[in-house]
């Protein structure tokens, strides 16, 4: 049974699970039959089960033979037991890179639980402090007028393709798909700019992966601790973990936390204007009717809307190959140039960042929609930890 947790205090430590930014630490659940609360399946006639939750803690008990197991140690003649050893030095040979490890076996057998505690804090306010309900940075003018902006430029587009279709231009599902790819752009975006990019809380510790190291950095200005890949920014008057950089145009930070909406709101932008630049391209070259020529209302929007979507995708593809480049050196657009001045760039020893820890371990399906990701490890996705966190960890496993 859970044992219930203390009182907690810490308000700005961000939920496991069930919160905007997603999360959870996940641990392994051994089974063994000697420990554990104890269940069936499958009805009264089934076998008894039981769970045993391992921590740092707690070492792991030792596996249980199964009746599987006991099937492979049976005794075998020595002929087939020489064929079976021939074959996989064989398949060892041939295709070595083909066989699955025994880290992935033994993780799908691993049980999680789950924290679905909400620390989140309830204010109504919109900014960017600790007490604030709803992430939004009010303060920069510039990028206001930007990032609204970005909204009139999809608006615009998706009205121009809807009129087409009006005038029988264009055909009605060309319409609707054009629209639908406009409307996913707009979310992503929403999402990009009222989500928390990972800002780091007062009361955050080193987790147990930076935990050990020997220098750990301290922000002056926000007077917390500093994880790795981190940086302050100056607009939003925090430090942001995972920080790429600070993007005018979403009127936010662009770090861990909505690096996913951010990647498909480019995406989305770049299949948008190529899609509309197909279509005009199309019907100026293949065009000989009378019914397939755009009135001449319409001309003059159709010249600006192929303008701003050749800017869209010069714009989107340079961005999409930064965040690729990123994700595959797991350097952000800021370490990156802060190496090429200092010329450190080829002692870098940054590792590749997993796809998971941008997209969650959903299903591939939830990639491509902007809703926010469900991470496997929350704290090593971020960064840090908290003392609360940390305490209803050991309160559910122990």
Same mark, same amino acid.
């Given at each position: ?30 089974? !063994?039959?000697? #420990? ?40 075998? +003649? ?64 510039? /990028?206001? $007028? ?77 007077? +917390? ?12 008057? =925090? ?11 979403? !009127? #936010?930070?662009?770090?861990?936390? #909505? ?5 498909? $709101? ?32 319409? +001309? ?14 010069? $714009? ?19 370490? =990156? ?21 941008? $997209? /969650?371990?959903?299903?591939?399906? +939830? ?21 609360? =966190?940390?305490? =209803? ?6």
């Amino acid at each position: 049974m859970m044992s219930s947790a203390p009182p907690l205090t810490d308000k700005e430590s961000t939920p496991l699970l069930f919160s905007p930014k997603g999360g959870g630490h996940l641990d392994p659940a051994y089974e !063994n039959p000697a #420990n554990g609360p104890q269940r069936r399946r499958g009805g009264p006639q089934a076998p008894v089960e039981a769970h045993f939750f391992a921590s740092k803690f707690d070492p792991p008990p030792q596996p249980v033979e199964t009746s599987k197991s006991k099937q492979r140690n049976n005794p075998v +003649t020595p002929m087939i037991k020489k064929i079976y050893t021939s074959l996989s030095n064989i398949k060892d040979t041939v295709a070595p890179y083909t066989k699955p490890s025994l880290d992935y076996e033994r993780k799908s057998r691993q049980h999680y639980y789950e924290d679905n505690y909400n620390d989140l804090p309830w204010r109504c306010s919109f900014g960017t402090r600790h007490d604030d309900g709803v992430w939004l940075v009010h303060s920069d003018t510039s /990028g206001l $007028f930007m990032s609204s902006l970005v909204w009139l430029m999809i608006v615009y587009a998706g009205f121009t393709v809807t009129l087409l279709a009006k005038n029988n231009s264009l055909p009605s599902f060309v319409s609707i798909t054009y629209c639908t790819i406009c409307a996913l752009a707009l979310a992503s975006h929403a999402k990009t700019a009222s989500t928390d990019p990972g800002s780091i809380p007062h009361h955050a510790i080193p987790n147990e992966q930076d935990g050990s190291k020997e220098t750990l950095k301290y922000c002056n200005i926000c007077e +917390t601790y500093k994880p790795p890949r981190s940086h302050h920014c100056r607009i939003c008057d =925090r430090c942001i973990s995972g920080m790429d950089h600070h993007c005018p145009w979403m !009127n #936010n930070c662009i770090g861990v936390g #909505n690096m996913k909406h951010f990647f498909l $709101f480019l995406i989305y932008v770049w299949i948008a204007s190529a899609y509309a630049l197909v279509l005009f391209g199309l019907n100026y070259f293949l065009c000989n009717d009378e019914a397939c020529i755009f009135p001449n209302g319409l +001309t003059a929007l159709v010249r600006l809307m192929t303008l701003l979507c050749v800017g869209a995708i010069i $714009f989107a593809s340079n961005m999409i190959l930064s965040v690729f480049w990123g994700i595959m050196t797991g350097m952000g657009t800021i370490d =990156r140039m802060k190496k090429q001045e200092e010329q450190t760039f080829e002692q870098s020893d940054e590792e590749p960042l997993p796809w998971t820890d941008v $997209f /969650g371990i959903g299903s591939y399906f +939830t990639w491509i929609l902007p809703i926010d990701p469900f991470f496997d490890d929350y704290d090593r996705v971020m960064r840090y930890s908290t003392t609360d =966190r940390l305490q =209803r960890e050991r309160d559910t496993i122990v």
